[in-house]
Nanobody, 121 residues
Framework: QVLVQESGGGLVQAGGSLGLSCVASGQAATTYGLGWWRKAPGKQLEFVAAFHWSDGSTYYADSVKGRFHITGGDGKNVVYLLMKNLKPEDTAVYYC??????????????WGQGTQVTVSS
């Protein structure tokens, strides 16, 4: 069992920046990659970014490339998502996920509760 907990989020104006953090705990947490997904009202769940400690690889959705940056923390159970140049369409509930392949677009093993990000125009 892996527990995933997000923090950060909030309200920001368009063009601003915001950071999210995710901590995974549990026996297998350090062997999993961590990723971010988001769900906007009326839209489907969308992959955002992922990070793998095994090789430091990162993955991004086209919609956030060049604006969002995912990094691993000092421990192999923490990731940070720095979001820059935010747009109103980035407004969503952001979920952290843990999976052996955090870039798998079909499924993720573990999900956090989500944190709200609201971008005002």
């Amino acid at each position: 069992q892996v527990l995933v907990q997000e923090s950060g989020g909030g309200l920001v104006q368009a063009g601003g920046s915001l950071g999210l953090s995710c901590v995974a705990s549990g026996q297998a947490a350090t062997t999993y990659g961590l990723g971010w997904w988001r769900k906007a009202p009326g839209k489907q769940l969308e992959f955002v970014a992922a990070f793998h400690w095994s090789d430091g690889s990162t993955y991004y959705a086209d919609s956030v490339k060049g604006r969002f940056h995912i990094t691993g923390g000092d421990g192999k159970n923490v990731v940070y998502l720095l979001m820059k140049n935010l747009k109103p369409e980035d407004t969503a509930v952001y979920y952290c996920t843990a999976d052996p392949d955090a870039s798998d677009l079909v499924r993720q093993d573990y999900w956090g509760q989500g944190t709200q990000v609201t971008v005002s125009s």
